[in-house]
C-alpha cells in the first residue's frame, strides 16, 4: 500500500471543511451519545466523505474514526479521522470547530491535517520536515514564565459525573498566567500553541483522533508534546496532552493535580 501525501490530506480536510460550512448557518438534527456528548448529522456527512475516499483510494488502511469506531485493516497504515473537532460550538453555530486527520506509517505519526474552513486556515505537518500555517512555517512561543503566558484547556463530556473534571486546574492555573481560555476544539487548541497564539494547552481526557494530528502539528512547530506525566506517547490511554513551548512544559506539568 502507498502512503498518503500531505498534499493529499489536505485536498481531504479542506474538501470536509465545505461540508462543514455548508452545513454551518443551517438548523441541525442533534442527537445525544452522552448527557452532554452530541454529534449532528454533518459529522456523520463529513465523516462519511472522509472513510469513503481512505477506503477508495488507500483501501486496506487501518482507520480510528469518532464516529464508526475502528475499520480494522492493515496497521502499518493507520488513520485518525475526527470529522468535526469542536461539534459542541458547531451545534450552537459558534465558528470555532475544524477537521482533523493523522496519518501514522508503522505506528508513528508521519503526516497532520487540521483545517478550520471558517477562517481557511490549514494546519498542516509532516514528521521531520515541519509544521505550517497556509503554507507559512509555524514556530512555538519562546514564553517560558507561566505569569508571561496564555493557557488553553478543555473539559471532559463526564465532567459532571467525574472528581477527574479539571476544573482545580482550570483555577489555578488561571491564577498563575494571563489567563486560560476554552475553545471548545482541542485540535485547534494544539494547532494554536504551534502557531504561537497559545503559549500552552493541556487537556486531562482525550480520544486519539482528538489530537493525532494537531500534536504532530505542534511537535513539528517546536512544542514539546507529552501526556500529562511526561510520558511521550500522548496518543495511549489513560489519553492526556500537555503541548508548550521547551521552557513551559514542565512548568505547566508540575502546577497540574490528577488524581
Ligand atoms: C471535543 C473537543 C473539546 C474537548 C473534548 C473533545 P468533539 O471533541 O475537542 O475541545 O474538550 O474533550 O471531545 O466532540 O467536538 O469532536
Ligand atoms: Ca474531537
Ligand atoms: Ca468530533
Redesign the pocket.
Known amino acids: 500500500m502507498t502512503s498518503p501525501t500531505l498534499q493529499e490530506l489536505e485536498r481531504l480536510t479542506r474538501d470536509a471543511g465545505v461540508i462543514l460550512r455548508e452545513g454551518y448557518s443551517k438548523e441541525h438534527q442533534v442527537s445525544f451519545k452522552g448527557v452532554i ?3 449532528t448529522e454533518i ?1 456523520h456527512a463529513s465523516e462519511d466523505f472522509l472513510l469513503g475516499e481512505i477506503n477508495k483510494c488507500w483501501p486496506g488502511s487501518h482507520i480510528m474514526a ?1 464516529e464508526s469506531g475502528v475499520t480494522k485493516g492493515d496497521a502499518d497504515h493507520s488513520w485518525y479521522v ?1 470529522p ?7 451545534s450552537h453555530h459558534i465558528p470555532i ?1 475544524c477537521v482533523s486527520i493523522g496519518y501514522a506509517h508503522k505506528g508513528f505519526m508521519q503526516l497532520g491535517v487540521v483545517y478550520d474552513p471558517m477562517r481557511d486556515e490549514m494546519f498542516s505537518s509532516e514528521r521531520g520536515r515541519g509544521a505550517w500555517l497556509n503554507e507559512k512555517p509555524l514556530q512555538v512561543s519562546a514564553v517560558s514564565e507561566l505569569q508571561k503566558s496564555l493557557l488553553v ?5 463526564d465532567a459532571w459525573n467525574t472528581p477527574h473534571d479539571n476544573f482545580d486546574n482550570f483555577v489555578r492555573l488561571a491564577k498563575l498566567t494571563q489567563g486560560v481560555r ?8 494544539a494547532c494554536y500553541v504551534a502557531a504561537g497564539r497559545f503559549d500552552g494547552f493541556w ?1 486531562i ?3 486519539p ?2 489530537v493525532a494530528a494537531a500534536g504532530l502539528v505542534a511537535e513539528e512547530a517546536g512544542a514539546k508534546v507529552t501526556n500529562v506525566n511526561g510520558n511521550a506517547d500522548y496518543l495511549s490511554p489513560p489519553q492526556s496532552i500537555i503541548a508548550a513551548g521547551p521552557g513551559l512544559h514542565s512548568k505547566i506539568m508540575e502546577k497540574l493535580i490528577l488524581d
Open positions: 456528548d452530541l454529534v459529522d469518532e475526527d468535526l473537532d469542536g461539534t459542541v460550538n458547531y470547530f484547556t478543555g473539559f471532559p463530556y476554552r475553545l471548545g476544539s482541542a485540535a485547534l487548541d487537556e481526557s482525550l480520544k483522533w482528538d
